[in-house]
C-alpha cells in the first residue's frame, strides 16, 4: 500500500515565523509532488508543485523535496494568521496519474 | 473562468435513496476525478476518468458509479445512498499527464440519515 505521512498537528506557530510542514511517502518511485492548502469548509487550493530534488520558491513558500530520504516539506516564511489552514500533501506515485494524499497538517499562525 | 462546478451544493439524502452529483470542467482538461473527504481519513479517491470514454476504479469504489458524460462532465452516482455514504464529496479535473496538478471544484456536503 503507497502511502503519504503527515503529522496531524496542530502545528503552532507565532505571528512572522517561518512554519514548516513535512511529508514522507512510501513509493521511492514517486515523480511529482504537491502541496494544498485548504481552510475549513473549504475545497483544496494549489499551493505549490515540485519535481526535481532540491528547492523550489514562490513568494513566501518554499517547497523542498529529497527523493533519497523520500521526504518533501513546504516552508512558510513570514507566518500570517491568514495562513492557518490545514496543508495537503500529495504524490503522484510510479506509473499512474493517481494522487494519494495525506492526511494534512493542520497549521494555527498566533498572531 | 468558472474552473470545476459541482452542483448540487448540499443535500440531505434519507437510506436507500439515490442521487447523482454533477461536476463539470470548463479548461478542457483531458482528466477527471471523484474524492470523498471524511474527518481523519484524507482525500480517498471513488472513481477517475483519464480521458473522454474511459473510466476506472479508485480507492473507495464500492456502492457507487460514474458517467463521464462528454470531455467536460463527469458525474457520481449512488444507487442506494447508505450513512456510511455521508462525506464531502470533490471533484477535480487536470490536463492528464502524470505529472500535472489537479484543480478542485468546491465540492458538495452530503448527508445521509
Known amino acids: 500500500q503507497k502511502e503519504v505521512e503527515q503529522n496531524s498537528g496542530p502545528l503552532s506557530v507565532p505571528e512572522g515565523a517561518i512554519a514548516s510542514l513535512n511529508c514522507t511517502y512510501s513509493?521511492?518511485?514517486?515523480?511529482?509532488f504537491f502541496w494544498y492548502r485548504q481552510y475549513s469548509g473549504k475545497s483544496p487550493e494549489l499551493i505549490m508543485f515540485?519535481?526535481?530534488?532540491g528547492d523550489k520558491e514562490d513568494g513566501r513558500f518554499t517547497a523542498q523535496l529529497n527523493k533519497a530520504s523520500q521526504y518533501v516539506s513546504l516552508l512558510i516564511r513570514d507566518s500570517q494568521p491568514s495562513d492557518s489552514a490545514t496543508y495537503l500533501c500529495?504524490?503522484?506515485?510510479?506509473?499512474?496519474?493517481?494522487?494519494?494524499f495525506g492526511t494534512g497538517t493542520r497549521l494555527k499562525v498566533l498572531a | 473562468n468558472a474552473g470545476v462546478t459541482q452542483t448540487p451544493k448540499f443535500q440531505v439524502l434519507k437510506t436507500g435513496q439515490s442521487m447523482t452529483l454533477q461536476c463539470a470542467q470548463d479548461m478542457n482538461h483531458n482528466s477527471m476525478y471523484w474524492y470523498r473527504q471524511d474527518p481523519g481519513m484524507g482525500l480517498r479517491l471513488i472513481y477517475y476518468?483519464?480521458?473522454?470514454?474511459?473510466?476506472d476504479k479508485g480507492e473507495v469504489p464500492n456502492g457507487y458509479n460514474v458517467s463521464r458524460l462528454n470531455k467536460r462532465e463527469f458525474s457520481l452516482r449512488l444507487e442506494s445512498a447508505a450513512p456510511s455514504q455521508t462525506s464531502v464529496y470533490f471533484c477535480?479535473?487536470?490536463?492528464?499527464?502524470?505529472?500535472?496538478?489537479?484543480?478542485f471544484g468546491d465540492g458538495t456536503r452530503l448527508s445521509i440519515l
Open positions: 476518468s483519464a480521458s473522454e470514454g474511459t473510466t
Open positions: 500529495a504524490v503522484i506515485g510510479s506509473g499512474t496519474y493517481k494522487y494519494i
Open positions: 477535480a479535473s487536470s490536463v492528464g499527464s502524470s505529472n500535472q496538478p489537479q484543480h
Open positions: 513509493d521511492r518511485g514517486s515523480q511529482s
Open positions: 515540485i519535481y526535481s530534488n
